[in-house]
């Protein structure tokens, strides 16, 4: 079964407690939280993601994944573990070798979180196998990092393919999420290629019926 993931990038500060409830209501399996340094890309969201994951810390019992889109990973991974999220994934590019990589999937399995790593388009996907059997989740990026909106690369489905046949041929636990320009066009595609959690953002909070959104992104399965 397919999961959703909303992304609250592109929601709208003042309504955000009424947009917790009504995703929750809508049945989202995760809040996605997208913490951007302003530095590893463009857009600087650390204000506006800290006080949504504070708010839904509050307000929800979904569990709330955080995406690290920054330099310095240790510095925002320990601010997001004292708020005790579910799940921590960061950039394997923001990293600038194997064993810090390693260091911080430790940390944050230490401090009883899950973690994943996440990879941009233009990086080969082979760069996350050796991490497999310490990590939880990749998240393959079909967009590039950085702002919402933007639309599916296309190539970027080969890399889910890839990725999933290696999970097979291993045996390896490890869940498959796609982040960028999900929407009921594309939703049956990546699944097929073996994602199984589905980030959506805009789709979801620019349409009319969360509830309905949702669940045609699970339909295309």
Known sequence: ?????????????????????DLEFAKTDYFHIDVMDGKF??????????????????VSNVPIEVHLMVNNVEEYVKDYIDL??????????????????????????????KVGLAISPKTNIEKVY??????????????EPGKGGQELIPET???????NKFIYENSYEVDI???????????KEVTNAGANILVAGSYITN???YAKAIKMLKQKM
């Open 1 to 21: 079964m397919v999961e959703i993931s909303t992304s609250l990038l592109s929601t709208n500060e003042e309504e955000i407690i009424k947009i917790i409830y």
């Open 41 to 58: 890309v463009q857009n600087n969201t650390l204000e506006k993601m800290r006080k949504y994951t504070q708010n839904l810390k509050n």
């Open 84 to 113: 005790e999220v579910n799940s921590i994934t960061f950039q394997i590019e923001a990293c600038k070798n194997e064993m810090e990589v390693l260091k911080q999937i430790s940390y944050i399995k230490q401090n009883n979180c």
């Open 130 to 143: 050796e991490f497999m059997p310490y990590i939880h989740k990749v998240i393959i990026m079909t967009v």
């Open 157 to 163: 489905i080969q890399k889910i393919e890839a990725l």
């Open 177 to 187: 999420e796609v982040d960028g320009g999900i929407n009921e066009k594309n939703a």
């Open 207 to 209: 349409s009319k019926d």
